[in-house]
């Protein structure tokens, strides 16, 4: 299942710092799947030189969970697109 919430702009947006699965976008188009504390995560990602400007999240509350999402995420969206997200380089 597709984490439902619409991509808010990652500047100015508060993400929390909780256990959970993330996904980064490049106006509207997804870029990465991530799992782990959010708002560190999202932070690390800053550092690199990927584009994305858009995030959305689900806050799972626990580690199992969040590497549970993250996988089938990754293979869901694998079928659906014929390959992983630009920034992600293989199923967790």
Excluded: C
């Excluded at 400007?53 to 626990?62: A, H, P």
């Amino acid at each position: 299942m597709p984490i439902v919430k619409r991509w808010s702009k990652i500047t100015g947006f508060q993400v929390p710092d909780q256990l959970g699965i993330y996904e980064l976008g490049w106006s509207g188009n997804l870029v990465y799947i991530g799992q782990g504390r959010i708002a560190d995560r999202i932070t690390r990602h800053t550092t690199k030189a990927w584009s994305f400007n858009q995030v959305r999240y689900e806050v799972t509350n626990s580690k199992q969970r969040a590497e549970e999402r993250e996988r089938a995420e990754l293979r869901n969206f694998g079928e659906r697109e014929k390959e992983l997200p630009k920034y992600n380089s293989r199923i967790g």
